[in-house]
């Protein structure tokens, strides 16, 4: 079984940055994918980024949205996944999940359903 634990969340102003971490336990950091997801209020939860495990090469993956804003990193000797936001907008308000799987395949990195484990969440909110 997998505990995992965001922290890092808050209310801040467009253009301010905020650093969310993952923290997991019951299974090395380094053996799972692991992921970011955020759902804002009447909207469906959607991918922000995205790890894989290591042993596939630990490649990082961002969706769209948040290129050249949002950085996503794992420490594994902290068993740690981390989500550097920069530049927030007001559309980057939603609650933060951080999700964790085994073996996943390249083709199901963004989906939700791929993803056997889930954080409680963390509020982001963005707003002047």
């Known amino acids: 079984q997998v505990q995992l634990v965001e922290s890092g969340g808050g209310v801040v102003m467009p253009g301010a940055s905020l650093r969310l971490s993952c923290a997991a336990s019951?299974?090395?950091?380094?053996?799972?994918?692991m992921a970011w997801f955020r759902q804002a209020p009447g909207k469906e939860r959607e991918f922000v980024a995205g790890?894989?495990?290591?042993?596939?090469?630990?490649?990082?993956y961002h969706a769209d949205s948040v290129k050249g804003r949002f950085i996503v990193s794992r420490d594994n000797a902290k068993n740690t996944m981390y989500l550097q936001m920069n530049t927030l907008r007001s559309e980057d308000t939603a609650a933060y999940y951080c999700?964790?799987?085994?073996?996943?395949?390249?083709?199901?990195?963004?989906?939700?359903?791929?993803?056997?484990?889930w954080g409680q969440g963390t509020q982001v909110s963005v707003s002047s």
């Open positions: 999700a964790a799987g085994t073996g996943l395949i390249l083709s199901s990195v963004s989906r939700g359903s791929a993803y056997s484990y």
């Open positions: 790890v894989r495990r290591s042993a596939t090469g630990g490649r990082s």
């Open positions: 019951g299974r090395p950091a380094r053996d799972l994918d």
